[in-house]
């Protein structure tokens, strides 16, 4: 059983910055360097959308609508991968939460995320 825990959100005013954290768990056998991990993020009333990917060999993609203000990292070590928000605005407001990136798309459970409010 593999698991994610997202933390990090909080209140920040248009143009703020957050960093998010998600730390991953689970059974000995899983080997958290060898998956692509992603952040995706749900705003109310909205599909949930991927917002960044990075792979087993650090290779990172972004949404179109966070391109050069968001950046993804991992830290196989600690099994841990973040997001950088940076020039946060409000559409940028929403729960983001964090999974493991399959063959055929995110394929673990989905964690409680970690909120994200943009507002003045």
């Known amino acids: 059983q593999v698991q994610v825990v997202e933390s990090g959100g909080g209140l920040v005013q248009p143009g703020g910055s957050l960093r998010l954290s998600c730390e991953a768990s689970?059974?000995?056998?899983?080997?958290?360097?060898?998956?692509?991990m992603g952040w995706y993020r749900q705003a109310p009333g909205k599909q949930r959308e991927l917002v960044a990917r990075?792979?087993?060999?650090?290779?990172?993609y972004y949404g179109d609508s966070v391109k050069g203000r968001f950046t993804i990292s991992r830290d196989n070590a600690q099994k841990t991968v973040n997001l950088q928000m940076n020039s946060l605005n409000n559409e940028d407001a929403a729960v983001y939460f964090c999974?493991?990136?399959?063959?055929?798309?995110?394929?673990?459970?989905w964690g409680q995320g970690t909120q994200v409010t943009v507002s003045s």
């Open positions: 689970g059974t000995s056998g899983f080997v958290f360097a060898s998956f692509t």
């Open positions: 990075i792979t087993s060999a650090g290779s990172a």
């Open positions: 999974n493991r990136i399959g063959p055929t798309g995110p394929d673990l459970g």
